[in-house]
């Protein structure tokens, strides 16, 4: 007798291994961007189990990101910035209650819904800013110069200086951000960017789209337009796109040193 081979192939999946309070930050946060997804948002994974030991997600069969892709991908970001079921979303915000925030191996300060609201400055000079700058001078990439720019540049977004209104569709306050928009985390499917690996946390929408300068997503200019037509951005915002790029930049600088404090110290610069 033969045995019988089954007709149905296997899923193929992605594991990801990690502490149990990092994977359940990811796993909020893949969650919190899957709802806005079903309201017209960008792609995300699919988690197809979650424990405090691994999260699995499915397999995303990639392909060659192209122009019509990334205008797609521009739209549905918007709409992922803008969801917002409740009407309202801090800044700092955490995806889901009583999950601890990180950023690679770097801890992330998140807040829960409750908490006293403050303005982006405020927001982005204590919790996105300064957390990492003992690190970053600990492991020699930021020295006292570099560190009084830092701090020169907090006054002034504790001051409001850099303050700007969320595009157009924002209208919660805090937009719903991936949190960690380098190029790496946008797999492209023949059917469009599909995001993996958040950091999610409410923020300016700024952010998601200066992070995908850090490192060169593809079509950047596309996605910035595709965006604009559907969620004007406010004026200036070119301009800004180096500030939003510094929390990714810093937080590189406290986990991997090297050139990355000079990088960080050179865009702060022209911001002060």
């Known amino acids: ?56 997600t499915g397999f995303i069969e990639t392909s060659a990101p192209t122009q019509e892709l990334a205008e797609d991908f521009g739209r549905r970001l918007a709409a992922t910035h803008a969801y917002c079921p409740s009407g309202t979303r801090l800044f700092g915000e955490a995806p889901a209650e009583g999950v601890t925030g990180f950023m690679g191996r770097a801890p992330l300060p998140l807040l829960s819904a409750g908490a006293p609201a403050r303005s982006w400055g405020e927001f982005y000079a204590d919790d996105r800013l300064m957390p990492y700058v003992s690190a970053a001078v600990n492991n020699g990439s930021l020295d006292s110069r570099g560190v009084q720019i830092i701090e020169r540049l907090c006054e002034r977004l504790r001051d409001g200086d ?7 569709m924002v209208a919660s306050g805090a937009a719903l951000l991936h949190g960690d928009l380098w190029s790496g985390n946008i797999m492209w499917s023949r059917d469009g960017g599909v995001l993996i690996d958040p950091a999610c946390h409410g923020g300016h929408a700024e952010s998601d789209l200066a992070q995908l300068t850090v490192f060169g997503a593809p079509f950047v200019e596309t996605i910035y337009s ?29 986990l991997f040193g090297g050139g990355y404090g000079r990088q960080t110290v050179v865009v702060a610069s022209t911001y002060i």
């Open 1 to 56: 007798m033969t045995r019988k081979e089954s007709s149905v192939k296997p899923m193929r999946s992605y594991t990801k291994y990690g502490t149990p309070e990092a994977l359940e930050f990811e796993a909020a946060g893949l969650r919190a961007l899957k709802a806005a997804e079903s309201a017209g948002g960008a792609q995300v994974c699919e988690i197809l189990s979650a424990s405090d030991s691994c999260l699995e």
């Open 162 to 168: 850099f303050d700007a209104p969320q595009p157009a």
């Open 226 to 254: 595709a965006y604009n037509e559907a969620s004007p951005l406010a004026d200036g915002f070119r301009e800004r796109i180096g500030l939003h790029t510094l929390h990714m930049l810093i937080v590189h600088a406290a």
